[in-house]
C-alpha cells in the first residue's frame, strides 16, 4: 500500500498502516507515563472543578482553524487525559468494579482499533467473526460444561447482558415478571422497563442474599410466566445467592432463571473459588463480564445460554448485510449475534489473553485478587477503631470507621477524592453507610492495603484534609 498523499494523514490499516502508527504509540506512551507521574497518585488532586480547568486548558478551541499537528495533540492531550485519570493500576484505587486491564489485552485491543472491523457482516469481519463464534462457544461451555450445544453473545457489560436475558424470556414466555433480590443489579429493573414488563417484584436481601423463603413465598402467590434473576457477585458487597436452593424453587414452581455473574463468573477458572458457583449451570441465561474480574479493556461482556436455539428471537434480516442467498451460499449470519448492529471485535482481547494465559493463569489471577480481599479483612479487624462489615466472599471489603456517623464516613470518603490521596466506594447495609474497597489489582501488597487503611486512619484522627 502506498504512502498517503501528501497533505493527508496515514490511515490505520494495511501494510503501511504499522509504519505510521509506530512513532505515534512512542508519543502515546511517554505521554501515559508523564501523566500517571503528573498525577503523582490515583485520582487527580482538587476535585471536579480544578479537573474541568486543566481539561479546558489542554483542549481549548476544541476546533482550532488550523490543527497543531498529531504529536502536539497526542501528547498535550493525552497527558491531561492520563493526568486526569482514575487510574485502578494504582493500588490505593479501589472503588469500583474498575480494572486495570492487563498489558497484554490492551495490545491486541489496539490492533482490533487498527484493523476496525465490524462485526454485523461477514465482509466486513471475515476473522473476527470465526474468532468470535469459537471462543464465545468455549466461554459458554465453562458455564454449561455439560450442555451439548451451549452458546454465548458478546455484549458491551452486564447492563446489555441482563437486557438480553430478559429480552429472551419475554420472547419465550410473553410478559414475564421478573423476581429478583433486593441486592441485584440496578439494570434488571431498566431492562424490565425498557422491555414492557412489570415492575419487578424484589424480596429482601438480608446480608446481602435473597431470602429463599421470601423467594418461595413470591413464586407460590405471582401468576403467570416469572424470571428469577439472582446475583453471583452482587455490587455492594459481592454476596452470591444461593444458586442450587434457587434453582430448585424454579424448577418445583416452573419458573424459569437468569444469574448475573457479571462480577463473579470468572471464579470458574479457579479451583479453589469454583464451587461457589455451583448451581450456575441450572440457569436459563448466565452474565459474564470480563472487564471486571477478567482485567479486560471496556467492553468484555457476554450472555451465555444453554443452547444456541435459545438465540433464535434475536434473528433479523437486512438485505444489504444477510440476504438469504448469501445465507443460503454459506456466509455467516451477524445480526442474530447482538441488538447492535456496527459492533467492534471485542473478542480479540479476550482471546488473547486466554491463549496466553490459560486456565492456571488466569486462576492465578484471581485467586490472588481474592486472598487480597482477605488480607484487608484481616488488617481491618486489627484495627480497633475500624469495623469490618463482613469477611469477603469475592474481592469487595466493607468497613466504616467504629465511631462515626455516616455523615462523617461520606466525608471521609470525599476528602480522600478531593485530594487524590485514594478512591473508595460507598455502599449502605444494615441501615448504615460504608466505605467499600473493591479490590481488583492483582499486583496489590500487604503494604498497600496497608497504605490504603492509614489513609482512612489519619482523616479519622485529623477530620480535615492535609
Not at 122 to 133: G, R
Request: hydrophobic letters at 45%; one cysteine or more.
Amino acid at each position: 500500500m502506498s504512502t498517503p498523499p501528501p497533505g493527508l494523514p496515514a490511515l490505520a490499516g494495511g501494510t503501511a498502516g504499522p509504519d505510521a502508527l509506530r512513532p505515534l504509540l512512542a508519543v502515546v506512551l511517554d505521554a501515559l507515563r508523564d501523566g500517571a507521574a503528573d498525577r503523582g497518585g490515583p485520582l487527580p488532586s482538587g476535585g471536579p472543578d480544578a479537573v474541568a480547568a486543566r481539561v479546558r486548558e489542554a483542549v481549548e478551541p476544541v476546533l482550532p482553524d488550523h490543527g497543531t499537528g498529531a504529536d502536539e495533540a497526542l501528547r498535550t492531550l493525552v497527558r491531561t487525559f492520563a493526568h486526569g485519570a482514575a487510574d485502578p493500576a494504582d493500588p490505593l484505587c479501589a472503588a469500583h468494579l474498575h480494572t486495570s486491564p492487563l498489558a497484554l489485552a490492551v495490545a491486541a485491543d489496539l490492533a482490533a482499533s487498527a484493523l476496525n472491523p465490524s462485526l454485523d457482516s461477514w465482509d466486513q469481519a471475515p476473522a473476527a467473526s470465526a474468532l468470535e463464534a469459537l471462543v464465545s462457544r468455549a466461554l459458554a461451555k465453562e458455564v454449561y460444561p455439560h450442555a451439548q450445544d451451549p452458546d454465548a453473545l458478546v455484549t458491551t457489560g452486564g447492563t446489555e447482558s441482563n437486557l438480553l436475558g430478559l429480552l429472551l424470556a419475554r420472547e419465550r414466555h410473553g410478559a414475564v415478571q421478573v423476581i429478583c433480590g433486593s441486592a441485584a443489579h440496578h439494570s434488571l429493573h431498566r431492562a424490565a422497563w425498557l422491555l414492557g414488563l412489570p415492575e419487578p417484584v424484589t424480596v429482601p436481601s438480608p446480608a446481602g442474599i435473597m431470602d429463599l423463603a421470601a423467594l418461595d413465598e413470591a413464586l407460590t402467590d405471582l401468576p403467570g410466566p416469572r424470571l428469577v434473576a439472582a446475583s453471583a457477585g452482587t455490587t455492594d458487597t459481592g454476596q452470591i445467592d444461593p444458586l442450587p436452593e434457587i434453582a430448585g424453587l424454579c424448577d418445583r414452581h416452573g419458573a424459569e432463571l437468569h444469574v448475573d455473574a457479571a462480577y463473579g463468573g470468572p471464579l470458574l477458572f479457579s479451583e479453589q473459588h469454583r464451587s461457589k458457583l455451583n448451581g450456575l449451570e441450572r440457569a436459563h441465561s448466565v452474565t459474564l463480564d470480563l472487564h471486571k474480574l477478567g482485567w479486560q479493556p471496556v467492553a468484555a461482556g457476554l450472555l451465555a445460554v444453554p443452547d444456541r436455539t435459545l438465540l433464535a428471537p434475536l434473528a433479523v434480516r437486512a438485505d444489504y448485510l444477510n440476504a438469504d442467498d448469501d445465507t443460503e451460499a454459506g456466509l455467516p449470519d451477524l445480526l442474530g449475534r447482538s441488538l447492535r448492529t456496527t459492533r467492534r471485535p471485542d473478542i480479540l482481547k479476550v482471546a488473547v489473553t486466554l491463549r496466553a494465559l490459560g486456565r492456571t493463569g488466569l486462576a492465578a489471577l484471581v485467586d490472588r485478587t481474592c486472598a487480597a480481599a482477605g488480607q484487608l479483612a484481616d488488617l481491618i479487624e486489627q484495627q480497633p477503631q475500624l469495623q469490618l462489615y463482613e469477611r469477603p466472599t469475592l474481592t469487595t471489603v466493607l468497613f466504616r470507621p467504629a465511631a462515626a456517623t455516616d455523615e462523617q464516613t461520606a466525608a471521609i470518603r470525599r476528602t480522600l477524592l478531593t485530594a487524590g490521596r485514594a478512591v473508595l466506594g460507598r455502599a449502605r447495609a444494615d441501615g448504615r453507610l460504608w466505605l467499600k474497597a473493591t479490590l481488583l489489582n492483582p499486583h496489590a501488597t500487604p503494604g498497600d492495603l496497608t497504605a490504603l487503611i492509614q489513609e482512612v486512619l489519619i482523616e479519622l484522627v485529623e477530620g480535615t484534609p492535609r
